[in-house]
């Protein structure tokens, strides 16, 4: 197995990956090799990170049309072949050889590190293990090399999951935050004692469990008001290849600065200032198959820039709180779908969908379409709702099984809550 510097690493021996990286990528890459020449930019020459944002950002629709241009090995050393989510537009491919997945494999050992899992737990991947899904594997590779029990159950079922967990014991689950709260709705059914159940942590992914202001998002609120687990945010994605991980302060994920370099830009793509919001760029740092250089995530989040009281010297970041492409403006307002979940969870109501269209002037408009059949006032929620948002929005009801086809599409490997119909 290839030795990784720790994450406690100097920001003079982060750079040298940076440097390293970037000298790799401009030798192997056909699209770095490309973008460098038409920029007339040597990587010998890139000694600050003003010089470093010089180069020029990469964006999904790059990755989308000019896919095999960024593999930087033969085509025959790759051994995984997986997908992005694609929660904007085609999801892209994307390959790892041999030591990819050794860098996959440490990238999760370390979020679980974070989390606080060891050698003597048992834990119950909730999540699916294929579908061309990068996740699943990884979490399975990681516990591997922690030399932790899994339970590889895959996705839904509450009943086989319940099944292994008293099998099992499985002390920590790897789920979705929302699909707890089915699980706790499949025990109550079913009179399982849940609450005295071997369960004490799950590592969470997906969604937010901090707002904007760094504290319990609704969702966590809830969660933990009905099942005391201890819920542990990370966030991660296909092309970051590297997971940022909440410790038990449950503050801010941590970032791995051995694995990716991270910066936060404005919309002129300069950083911004302490405590803004900006977008994620990430250089995810030692990869090999497909090397990233400056990647627009379009996840909007902030950095966090206190020491944590872990101890961990690395830096956090704070939750998603939208993603760019996906922020609404309605009537003078903007916002993301993400403070209208965040909203909808304070109301304690999951079965729903956002929806958003254009009128016929071209400006944003929203509607929620809720479950029929949880009897809901409508107007009442949608009061409750102007009083959280400020704004009002449309609310319709649609039929349960209608929600359900397009709250988890079949292509999907995540249920889909926001719907964006909008001419672009
Ligand atoms: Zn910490």
Redo the contacts with the bound molecule.
Sequence with gaps: MKDFLSPELSNQQQWQLVKQHLEYASRKSPFYQRLFKAKNIQVSTIKTEADFRRIPITTKEHLQRQNLDFLAVDYTEIIDHVTTSGTLGNPVNFMLNEADLQRLTYNEYESFMIAGVTKNDVVQITTTLDRRFMAGMAYYLGLRKLGAGIVRTGSGLPGLQWDSIQRFKSKYLVAVPSFLLKLIDFAQQNAIDYRSSSVKGVICIGESLLNEKLEDSALRKRIKDLWDVELFSTYASTEMATAFTE?E?H?GN?ILPNLIYTEILDENGNPVENGEAGELVVTPLQVESMPLIRYATGDMVMRIEEK???G?TSG?IGPVLGRKKQMLKIKGTSLYPQHIQEAMNTLGISDYIIEAKNDEFGNDQVCIKISEGIGLNLVQVQNKLRDQLQIKLEIQQLSASILLQKKFPKESRKPVIFHDLRSI
Excluded: M, V
């Design positions: 410790c302060l503050k941590h944590c009281i872990c961990r956090r």
